[in-house]
């Protein structure tokens, strides 16, 4: 056995923890009791928020329309829906998955996106505490998942995920699940490919893979996302044909990378130099960041230290994508994960924790937001305030890069 496989091995021991249903019989009563009262609350305000505010859920509204055209055989990427007029933007495989949303009224179609939402942020809190191997006591980890949903509703790249009705959570959790899977895993991989086919940025995982010595993994990813491409071209073949030769590269029709919705480091950049179109000077930066973001990764994969690995590709994808909407960091639910799995070894770093979840759920960047071109023309000391995200993604990787230098070898 290798050295890298050999520290896989060891740090795999650490996510597979007992079922959960055994870790809830052990459960101590009143904690359990106390964190469902708090989750019970929460949603309660939650719902109370929504019929409130009337939220629209307009990606959840996309989907349907999306679903509808994969089964009548309309222009897929000619529909406009919504009063803010939005296209369809994913592959067409997406849309024939959403098609069961078109048999949907409306108001049925917004709630059960809801509660999909909710189950699949308990999973995806499930997945995340077993990969880093925390809390420590598998007989508290069901108390520590209501807990991670009651409050991280209200964070807000989960809570804007809830708000839009969108499938970012879902994404997660495949990928996560695929990877914390051991390298022998019959299917490893696939999880991947399906991911990417449905929308492209997981695609950098499976070069994860190929990178970290799982070639078999890497290669079935490859394989069920081309089969992804291939399902898209036989239900709608000039579809397919018109997304694969130039919808895809047609970033304008996403949305407008110098917003503040946008945070990845493309928006960054725009913002900071005050312009709408950054051209080579994001290009070369998100080259670097990408071989940066992926080295480090590697490195932290042979030491042993997967979960840091699969946090700085997550990372590194959400940085270097043109257009990396708020709602697409809901990654920062297995980060908060692991930054806890690591003050548990060093007191001092619980407030790093803590200044990462408020960091998560301020909501800076609406702050400063105002209509019109006005964040084209923030001043220096307002640019953090419009791009927590991609600079706490850069600062991530470099204490990833710090870490995995003094991490061991198992």
């Known amino acids: 056995m290798s050295t890298t496989t050999a520290a896989r091995s060891a740090n795999r021991k650490g996510w597979e923890a007992q079922p959960l249903r055994v870790a809830l019989a052990a459960t101590p009563r009143r904690p359990l009791m106390l964190a469902t009262a708090l989750l019970a609350v929460s949603l309660t305000v ?61 108001d049925v179609l917004r709630l059960g996106a809801t509660e999909i939402n909710v189950a699949l942020l308990g999973l995806l809190a499930h997945l995340s505490f077993r990969f880093v191997g925390w809390p ?58 399906i991911a990417a086919g449905i929308k492209l940025t997981p695609a950098l995982f499976a070069v994860y893979l190929l990178l970290t010595g799982r070639v078999r993994a890497a290669a079935l990813s490859a394989a069920s996302f081309a089969g992804t491409v291939l399902i898209g071209w036989l239900a709608l073949p000039g579809a397919t044909v018109d997304f694969w030769t130039r919808r895809m590269f047609e970033t304008e029709r996403v949305g407008k990378v110098w917003i503040v919705d946008n945070q990845s480091l493309q928006g960054l950049i725009a913002r900071l130099l005050h312009t709408p179109d950054p051209g080579a000077w994001w290009t070369i930066p998100a080259a670097l960041t990408a071989a940066v973001g992926l080295v480090i990764a590697v490195r932290a994969a042979r030491r042993g230290l997967e979960a840091w690995g699969v946090l700085c590709a997550a990372v590194t994808a959400l940085l270097i994508s043109p257009i990396s909407w708020t709602h697409h960091w809901v990654w920062c639910v297995p980060l908060v994960a692991l930054l806890a799995a690591e003050a548990r070894r060093v007191r ?56 995995t230098r003094r991490g061991h070898r198992a």
């Open 136 to 193: 420590r006591r598998v007989e508290l980890r069901p108390v520590a998942i209501i807990v991670a949903v009651a409050l991280g509703v209200w964070i807000e790249p989960v809570f804007q995920t809830f708000v839009f009705g969108q499938v970012n959570i879902a994404l997660a959790c495949l990928v996560l699940w695929d990877l914390a899977r051991p390298d022998g895993a019959r299917g490893k991989g696939v999880a991947i490919g």
């Open 348 to 403: 001092w770093r619980w407030a790093v924790l803590g200044a990462v979840v408020v960091a998560f759920t301020a909501r800076t960047m609406w702050i400063v937001h105002q209509p019109g071109l006005f964040v084209l023309h923030l001043s220096w000391w307002r640019q953090p305030f419009a791009s927590p995200y991609p600079l706490m993604g850069l600062a991530f990787l470099a204490v990833a890069a710090v870490r």
């Open 46 to 106: 939650y719902a109370g928020l929504c019929l409130t505010m009337r939220f629209e859920m307009a990606d959840a509204v996309v989907y349907r329309a999306e679903g509808l055209a994969a089964a009548t055989g309309q222009g897929l990427y000619d529909l406009r829906v919504t009063e803010w007029n939005l296209p369809a933007t994913y592959p067409p495989f997406a849309a024939i998955l959403f098609v069961p949303t078109s048999w949907l009224p409306l």
